[in-house]
Protein backbone atom coordinates (compact mmCIF):
# COMPACT_ATOMS: atom_id res chain seq x y z
CA UNK A 1 0.00 0.00 0.00
CA UNK A 2 1.38 3.35 -0.81
CA UNK A 3 1.84 5.56 1.79
CA UNK A 4 0.06 9.00 1.72
CA UNK A 5 1.64 11.88 0.05
CA UNK A 6 -0.47 14.58 1.36
CA UNK A 7 -2.90 15.30 4.45
CA UNK A 8 -5.56 17.75 4.64
CA UNK A 9 -5.24 20.32 7.82
CA UNK A 10 -7.84 23.00 8.70
CA UNK A 11 -6.92 25.67 10.71
CA UNK A 12 -9.37 28.31 12.87
CA UNK A 13 -9.14 31.87 11.95
CA UNK A 14 -8.49 34.35 14.47
CA UNK A 15 -11.08 35.46 15.53
CA UNK A 16 -13.29 32.59 14.15
CA UNK A 17 -16.39 34.88 14.26
CA UNK A 18 -16.93 38.25 13.46
CA UNK A 19 -19.88 40.98 13.35
CA UNK A 20 -19.12 44.30 11.31
CA UNK A 21 -21.50 47.37 11.00
CA UNK A 22 -22.01 49.11 7.63
CA UNK A 23 -23.89 51.49 6.27
CA UNK A 24 -26.82 49.21 5.42
CA UNK A 25 -25.67 46.20 6.60
CA UNK A 26 -24.38 43.92 9.91
CA UNK A 27 -22.65 41.15 8.52
CA UNK A 28 -22.00 38.06 11.02
CA UNK A 29 -19.02 35.88 10.38
CA UNK A 30 -18.95 32.71 12.38
CA UNK A 31 -16.94 29.43 11.81
CA UNK A 32 -14.36 30.83 9.95
CA UNK A 33 -11.33 28.18 8.72
CA UNK A 34 -8.98 28.10 6.49
CA UNK A 35 -8.68 23.97 4.84
CA UNK A 36 -5.83 22.76 2.76
CA UNK A 37 -3.93 20.26 1.24
CA UNK A 38 -0.53 19.91 2.38
CA UNK A 39 2.31 17.82 0.66
CA UNK A 40 4.03 15.64 3.92
CA UNK A 41 7.23 15.57 2.65
CA UNK A 42 8.06 19.18 1.89
CA UNK A 43 5.11 20.82 4.32
CA UNK A 44 4.04 23.15 0.59
CA UNK A 45 0.53 24.09 0.02
CA UNK A 46 -0.69 21.42 -2.84
CA UNK A 47 -4.01 23.67 -4.07
CA UNK A 48 -5.26 26.54 -3.54
CA UNK A 49 -6.77 27.07 0.12
CA UNK A 50 -10.30 27.30 1.02
CA UNK A 51 -11.86 29.70 3.53
CA UNK A 52 -15.09 28.36 4.72
CA UNK A 53 -17.52 29.51 7.33
CA UNK A 54 -21.17 30.97 8.16
CA UNK A 55 -22.20 34.27 6.81
CA UNK A 56 -25.19 36.13 8.12
CA UNK A 57 -26.18 39.18 6.84
CA UNK A 58 -28.90 41.31 8.70
CA UNK A 59 -30.57 44.57 6.45
CA UNK A 60 -30.37 47.76 8.61
CA UNK A 61 -31.15 49.83 5.78
CA UNK A 62 -35.22 51.33 5.62
CA UNK A 63 -35.36 50.06 2.16
CA UNK A 64 -36.00 46.62 0.76
CA UNK A 65 -31.90 45.70 -1.00
CA UNK A 66 -31.68 43.25 -2.91
CA UNK A 67 -28.14 41.69 -2.57
CA UNK A 68 -25.83 40.34 -5.72
CA UNK A 69 -22.92 39.02 -3.86
CA UNK A 70 -20.44 39.43 -1.52
CA UNK A 71 -16.75 38.88 -2.40
CA UNK A 72 -13.71 38.89 -0.31
CA UNK A 73 -10.33 40.28 -0.38
CA UNK A 74 -7.20 39.24 2.03
CA UNK A 75 -5.22 42.98 3.29
CA UNK A 76 -1.96 41.87 5.42
CA UNK A 77 -1.17 43.90 8.23
CA UNK A 78 -0.40 47.53 6.32
CA UNK A 79 -3.61 47.01 4.38
CA UNK A 80 -2.11 46.16 0.87
CA UNK A 81 -3.87 43.30 -1.13
CA UNK A 82 -2.51 39.85 -0.85
CA UNK A 83 -2.33 38.68 -4.56
CA UNK A 84 -3.58 35.34 -6.37
CA UNK A 85 0.08 33.65 -7.88
CA UNK A 86 -0.78 32.43 -11.35
CA UNK A 87 -1.88 28.88 -11.25
CA UNK A 88 -3.93 29.72 -7.95
CA UNK A 89 -8.17 29.36 -8.31
CA UNK A 90 -9.42 32.44 -7.62
CA UNK A 91 -13.11 31.82 -6.16
CA UNK A 92 -12.97 34.98 -3.54
CA UNK A 93 -16.99 35.27 -3.96
CA UNK A 94 -20.62 33.86 -3.32
CA UNK A 95 -23.58 35.02 -4.77
CA UNK A 96 -26.71 35.97 -3.14
CA UNK A 97 -29.49 37.28 -5.06
CA UNK A 98 -31.36 37.72 -2.97
CA UNK A 99 -33.84 40.77 -1.71
CA UNK A 100 -34.51 41.30 2.26
CA UNK A 101 -36.67 43.32 3.84
CA UNK A 102 -35.67 45.86 6.48
CA UNK A 103 -34.23 43.94 9.69
CA UNK A 104 -34.70 40.68 7.53
CA UNK A 105 -31.49 38.37 7.84
CA UNK A 106 -30.06 35.95 5.20
CA UNK A 107 -27.45 33.11 5.70
CA UNK A 108 -25.30 31.20 3.82
CA UNK A 109 -21.93 29.12 3.75
CA UNK A 110 -19.25 30.73 3.05
CA UNK A 111 -16.79 28.65 -0.07
CA UNK A 112 -13.93 30.80 -1.22
CA UNK A 113 -10.39 30.02 -2.23
CA UNK A 114 -7.76 32.24 -0.34
CA UNK A 115 -4.41 33.39 -1.43
CA UNK A 116 -1.43 30.83 -0.37
CA UNK A 117 0.72 33.91 0.62
CA UNK A 118 -1.73 34.62 2.79
CA UNK A 119 -0.90 31.81 4.79
CA UNK A 120 2.70 31.40 4.63
CA UNK A 121 4.57 33.44 7.07
CA UNK A 122 0.80 34.31 8.52
CA UNK A 123 0.90 37.46 5.97
CA UNK A 124 -3.06 37.99 6.48
CA UNK A 125 -4.17 41.01 8.57
CA UNK A 126 -7.43 41.77 7.52
CA UNK A 127 -10.56 40.51 5.27
CA UNK A 128 -12.44 43.34 3.66
CA UNK A 129 -15.68 41.85 3.08
CA UNK A 130 -17.65 43.81 0.03
CA UNK A 131 -21.38 43.14 -0.35
CA UNK A 132 -22.68 44.23 -3.85
CA UNK A 133 -26.07 45.37 -3.61
CA UNK A 134 -29.44 46.87 -5.78
CA UNK A 135 -30.98 49.54 -3.69
CA UNK A 136 -34.75 48.95 -3.83
CA UNK A 137 -38.11 49.91 -4.72
CA UNK A 138 -36.51 48.33 -8.49
CA UNK A 139 -38.02 49.38 -10.96
CA UNK A 140 -39.22 47.12 -13.71
CA UNK A 141 -40.80 47.40 -17.45
CA UNK A 142 -42.38 44.81 -19.33
CA UNK A 143 -42.24 44.84 -23.39
CA UNK A 144 -44.16 41.98 -24.86
CA UNK A 145 -43.04 41.73 -28.55
CA UNK A 146 -46.03 39.94 -31.05
CA UNK A 147 -43.91 36.81 -33.04
CA UNK A 148 -45.89 34.01 -34.73
CA UNK A 149 -43.85 30.88 -36.04
CA UNK A 150 -44.52 30.21 -39.99
Known sequence: MEALKQEGITKNLVPPKAELKGQNFLVELSD??????????SKEIVETPGLRGYIKITNKSKDILEIQAVTLEYLDEAGKPIPFK???KIAKGSLFLKAIKPEEITEGSLDVTIPRMA??????GKIEINLVYVPSPLKRETLTLSEKIE
Open 119 to 124: IKGKAL
Open 86 to 88: SGE
Open 32 to 41: LQVVMDVDIA
